[in-house]
Antibody, heavy 114, light 110 residues
Framework: QVQLVESGGGVVQPGRSRRLSCEVS????????MHWVRQAPGKGLEWVAV????????YYAESVKGRFSISRDNSKNMLYLQMNNLRPEDTAFYYC???????WGQGALVTVSS | QSALTQPASVSGSPGQSITISCTGT?????????VSWFQQHPGKAPKLLIY???LRPSEVSHRFSGSKSANTASLTISGLQGEDDADYYC??????????FGTGTKVTVL
């Protein structure tokens, strides 16, 4: 059974940092590229970032470039999203998903508010 | 990268067929065959319905089908059922090695 479980969500003040984690099980994580996708409450989906299976290639949406960093630890089946200099408009549910978007986590809510 | 354009809402009666469009540019939808479609029910994660324009995961109903012409992709739902009442999103790979989602379409089964 494939499971993607995000953690690390919560309330954070503007300008501060937060790291999200995604634990993956039930698939050969090491061969999968992975994405982060976010969705502001009541709004549409927004692609955030992608990493190749070996982390040699990483790409970001313009809205987060220079502030967010995607990484992974293939020895632990873990995907990460380091979010720096957070803004109120970054408030959203953050989902991890496989490269082909076939498997999704349940989402972690990050609220950026003072 | 601007979001792909979808109609805000589409509705149909049970048993009917509906089509949702997804319009992009030559830098995304028109650039290749990497358009996907997703279904999302309230409070749930998105579910992949179609990938690479026309391909369907084995667990997805044959009532869902995809196509593309130039910069516009389409999702057709045949034999509309109550459970199809949900939000639908398209996405596309872009020439910049990034991805973009559509604006989303609310499907209402009358």
């Amino acid at each position: 059974q494939v499971q993607l479980v995000e953690s690390g969500g919560g309330v954070v003040q503007p300008g501060r940092s937060r790291r999200l984690s995604c634990e993956v099980s039930g698939i050969a994580f090491i061969v999968y590229g992975m994405h982060w996708v976010r969705q502001a409450p009541g709004k549409g989906l927004e692609w955030v970032a992608v990493t190749s299976s070996d982390a040699t290639e990483k790409y970001y949406a313009e809205s987060v470039k220079g502030r967010f960093s995607i990484s992974r630890d293939n020895s632990k089946n873990m995907l990460y999203l380091q979010m720096n200099n957070l803004r109120p408009e970054d408030t959203a549910f953050y989902y991890c998903t496989t490269r082909n978007f076939g498997y999704w986590g349940q989402g972690a809510l990050v609220t950026v508010s003072s | 990268q601007s979001a792909l354009t979808q109609p805000a809402s589409v509705s149909g009666s049970p048993g009917q067929s509906i089509t949702i469009s997804c319009t992009g540019t030559s830098s995304d939808v028109g650039a290749g065959n990497f358009v996907s479609w997703f279904q999302q029910h309230p409070g749930k994660a998105p579910k992949l319905l179609i990938y690479e324009v026309t391909l369907r995961p084995s667990e997805v109903s044959h009532r869902f089908s995809g196509s593309k012409s130039a910069n516009t992709a389409s999702l057709t739902i045949s034999g509309l059922q109550g459970e199809d009442d949900a939000d639908y999103y398209c996405s596309s790979y872009t020439v910049g090695n990034t991805y973009v989602f559509g604006t989303g379409t609310k499907v209402t089964v009358l």
